[in-house]
T-cell receptor, first 113, second 113 residues
Framework: DAGVIQSPRHEVTEMGQEVTLRCKPI?????LFWYRQTMMRGLELLIY????????DSGMPEDRFSAKMPNASFSTLKIQPSEPRDSAVYFC???????????FGQGTRLTVV | SQQGEEDPQALSIQEGENATMNCSYK?????LQWYRQNSGRGLVHLIL?????REKHSGRLRVTLDTSKKSSSLLITASRAADTASYFC?????????????FGQGTRLTINP
């Protein structure tokens, strides 16, 4: 397996634009996590899914953020409209049911100007 | 708020010395994990210790867990320049029947040659 795949690796967008980040988890993994990493706030859990169902989205900062997992092999994190304070590295991670170790993608570095 | 808090936030030592990082957490856990993050990359799992274990070893890594104090430590012995990275502890919390993986703020470790 190629591991967790995130796209794009880098995204630069203007304030007010819609941004969509994509994640392909490892095949067979039942958990999918979205994290945001900044210098100020560290690694924040935004939302996580179990068997494609959102379990806890209490970390999503605002209604501008939404996440979906239409099937077991794909998830998106959308920001609409984007703001400069959304600039961060966004990570996706997956984990098999019954397993503890999470496998991370390489991240998407988002810059909103 | 995040579950784990690492201490110190940054640590700089000479190659060959031992590095100790600490983690405190707030709620009951099933296990505690340590991850490593090289600059610009995703997190990589290092070691896991279960709540009924007190100490675990893996190569040059030694992890301890004190559930009464809700704390853990990661010791890297005989450090090498390649150990330069950020280190995070992560804890599992059961929510809605699914495991929620939450990370601390991390310790940035620099090994000077």
């Amino acid at each position: 397996d190629a591991g967790v795949i995130q796209s794009p690796r880098h995204e630069v967008t203007e304030m007010g634009q819609e941004v969509t980040l994509r994640c392909k988890p490892i095949s067979g993994h039942d958990y999918l996590f979205w994290y945001r990493q900044t210098m100020m706030r560290g690694l924040e859990l935004l939302i996580y899914f179990n068997n494609n169902v959102p379990i806890d989205d209490s970390g999503m900062p605002e209604d501008r953020f939404s996440a979906k997992m239409p099937n077991a092999s794909f998830s998106t994190l959308k920001i609409q409209p984007s703001e400069p304070r959304d600039s961060a590295v966004y990570f996706c991670a997956s984990r098999p049911v019954g397993g503890a170790e999470a496998f991370f993608g390489q991240g998407t570095r988002l810059t909103v100007v | 708020s995040q579950q784990g808090e690492e201490d110190p936030q940054a640590l700089s030592i000479q190659e060959g010395e031992n590095a100790t990082m600490n983690c405190s957490y707030k709620t009951s856990i099933n296990n505690l994990q340590w991850y490593r993050q090289n600059s610009g990359r995703g997190l990589v799992h290092l070691i896991l210790i279960r709540s009924n274990e007190r100490e675990k070893h893996s190569g040059r890594l030694r992890v301890t867990l004190d559930t009464s104090k809700k704390s853990s430590s990661l010791l890297i012995t005989a450090s090498r320049a390649a150990d330069t990275a950020s280190y995070f502890c992560a804890t599992d919390a059961l929510r809605g029947g699914a495991q929620k993986l939450v990370f601390g703020q991390g310790t940035r470790l620099t090994i000077n040659p």
